[in-house]
Structure formats: structure tokens, C-alpha cells
């Protein structure tokens, strides 16, 4: 496999659905980080044909790696410290997001007031739906449109 350098502290995510990398990459903010990234795009991967890697270096407890839960829960995360893997991280949704996902609902007031927070909360776990907390309006993935390079969220 193709080895782009080795990480001392930051994230390996492996397991990305081929072709989300750089969709993660903003999800996650890096480009407002100051941290090395890695993008791998493409790799093989004996269970899912084609994968994306992210390598990240960055301080470890910079970063909310809650929003990857939401993007794919099927994403591992391996914490790497000093050189090696300490954790294998398990992924858990997230109760609320924050200014990752915008709200379509032309009557929103979210649509209507500039400048309010965009807040989807979890309505329901089994089928992965998140609601807007202004008018539950249901987040549907066909019509995604995410707050661009947001890194304000809690
Ligand atoms: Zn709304």
C-alpha cells in the first residue's frame, strides 16, 4: 500500500466510501486547521473494492470527530500518539450538529434570518434521521447542502 509518510499525532480514517475524502476534509474543517493532511484517494480495500484514507496530524483533542459519525458511521478512526496506533475509535452519532447542514425549508427561519446557527438535532437513532430544531424539517441526503468550511460547531 502506498505509504505517505508516518504520522507522530493526529487520525488515520480509513474505510471512507471511495470519493468522500474531500467532502470529509471540509465536514471536518481542515482547511482552517494548522495541520499536515494526507488524502488517499482510490485505494484498494479487500472489503469494499475501492476506499479513501484521510491521515491527519494535528494535536489529538483538537478535533470533533463527532460530524464523521453522521457523514458514515462505517468510517474507522485509529488515534495515532507518538508513532502508533493508541485507540481504535468506535463512532457514535451525534445528538446535534451544528452549522454543518442547512435547513430547505424556504419558511424556516433559519432561510429567513441570516446568521442563526443551522442546529439538526437526532430525531430518530435506528433510521438516522436528523431534524431542524427551528421547523423539523427532516434532513434528506439527495438535496445535501452543506454550511461550507464551518468549523463552529459544538
Ligand atoms: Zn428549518
Redesign the pocket.
Known amino acids: 500500500m502506498l505509504n505517505v509518510g508516518k504520522i507522530e499525532e493526529g487520525f488515520v480514517l480509513d474505510h471512507i466510501k471511495a470519493g468522500k475524502a474531500m467532502s470529509i476534509y471540509h465536514h471536518l474543517g481542515l482547511s482552517q486547521l494548522d495541520c499536515t493532511v494526507a488524502i488517499i484517494m482510490n485505494a484498494r480495500s479487500n472489503i469494499m473494492g475501492r476506499k479513501d484514507i484521510l491521515k491527519v496530524e494535528c494535536p489529538i483533542d483538537s478535533m470533533d470527530l463527532n460530524i464523521l459519525a453522521f457523514i458514515d458511521h462505517n468510517i474507522t478512526v485509529n488515534v495515532i500518539k507518538d508513532g502508533a496506533i493508541i485507540e481504535k475509535r468506535a463512532l457514535t452519532l451525534p445528538i446535534q450538529i451544528k452549522n454543518v447542514l442547512k ?1 430547505h ?1 424556504p419558511r ?1 427561519i ?1 432561510s429567513i434570518e441570516q446568521g442563526l446557527p443551522h442546529i439538526f438535532y437526532l430525531a430518530d437513532e435506528q433510521e438516522e434521521i436528523y431534524r ?1 430544531k ?2 423539523d ?1 427532516k434532513y434528506s441526503e439527495t438535496d445535501a447542502d452543506f454550511v461550507k468550511d464551518s468549523h463552529s460547531r459544538n
Do not use: G
Request: with cysteine; aromatic share 12%; net charge negative.
Open positions: 435547513c425549508n424556516c433559519t431542524c427551528y421547523c424539517e
